[in-house]
């Protein structure tokens, strides 16, 4: 009878571990399965072919970089500056949400917009640079968003990590924002917008949406990093969001032929202090494109470049 008890209790661990395994297993596949169908990993995204024009252009080794004549609305004036587009193309990790070292079956391509603007404010300078990273498969939203701003007063940096939900990381000098992380539901993201446009302007979401603004818009103006009800609009070679709530208006302008390289855009919306702010816009005019390995170019010599740029040191 204890033999019989014995065997009995021997058999039912063996079932119960089987079982356990089995369902870990399960569960570990299930992780992996909804991994792949929340991000599309690996061979998911070569399914969709790109064009040869998209590979020869953006595929030959170099990045894109455009310079623009900026004139900035900041505390109720127009500022002179400049700003820099660069784009490039990249493997992505979207589990540690970085520029992977080589490319392998879990990296996704991308294409990285790198959007820099600076200009002063009276006596002190601000620094702003946002980073995009978004699938050129363009079937789902930028798989990580960044912004930081600094000037004499501080800096700022938050971030934009999309996995499950989107997660939302800000750091702040002002007291009323400080440090946070939170989750918000996924909506479209106008920082992916920029790239997006750059693989295939007609893809561009229109009509009454849920966006949420530039991450360098939300900081400079101390409001919540949420999503406002917008109207966009496509029409040939512009687009167009108007966020009637915030009482702005975005307009970007770019080439309709590809690689539909942005030409300008303005921003208009309030800026001042109290009863004294008002309506400005923000401009950018394209001075100069190049295709360049600018990671390699990082010598002395090399500085001529920017002078073809029409950057000032």
């Known amino acids: 009878m204890l033999q019989i008890t014995v065997k009995g ?7 119960v571990s089987a079982t356990f395994i089995c369902c870990k297993n ?3 596949q299930d992780i992996a399965l909804h991994w792949k169908t929340e991000f599309k990993i690996g061979k998911n995204f070569e399914k969709k072919q790109l064009p040869e024009t998209f590979k020869n252009y953006w595929y030959a080794g ?8 900026l004139e900035q609305a900041r505390y109720g004036e127009l500022r002179e500056g400049t700003a820099v587009l660069v784009y490039v193309t990249e493997d992505f990790l979207p589990k540690i949400q970085v520029k992977a070292d080589s490319r392998n079956e879990s990296t996704i391509p991308i294409l990285k917009l790198n959007a820099t603007k600076n200009f002063n404010t009276g006596i002190y300078p601000y620094s702003i640079m946002q980073s995009t990273f978004y699938p050129v498969s363009n079937n789902q939203h930028a798989l990580k968003v960044s912004s930081s701003i600094q000037e004499w007063c501080g800096q700022v940096y938050s971030q934009i990590n999309n996995r499950n939900q989107f997660e939302v990381t800000s750091h702040s000098y002002f007291e009323a924002e400080a440090d946070e992380s939170f989750k918000l539901e996924k909506s479209i993201l106008e920082n ?3 790239t997006q446009l750059r693989i295939d302007p007609k893809s561009l979401p229109i009509g009454t949406l849920n966006i949420i603004p530039s991450l360098e818009f939300i900081r400079l103006k101390h409001i919540e990093t949420k999503a406002y009800q917008a109207e966009a609009e496509l029409t040939e070679g512009q687009y167009t969001i108007d966020y009637p709530e915030l009482n702005r208006k975005l307009t970007i302008n770019f080439n309709p032929n590809f690689p539909y390289d942005i030409l300008s855009w303005e921003e208009r919306f309030k800026s001042g202090f109290g009863d004294s702010a008002q309506l400005l816009t923000t401009k950018a005019t394209k001075l100069k494109t190049i ?3 600018y990671w390699q170019q990082n010598s002395s010599k090399h500085e001529k470049l920017r002078n073809s740029l029409f950057l000032k040191q």
Request: cysteine-free; proline content about 0%.
């Open 9 to 15: 209790l021997i058999f039912t661990w063996v079932l």
């Open 26 to 28: 399960e569960k570990q």
């Open 62 to 69: 170099e990045a894109e970089i455009s310079s623009y004549k």
């Open 192 to 194: 992916e917008l920029w």
């Open 291 to 293: 295709k360049s390995a």
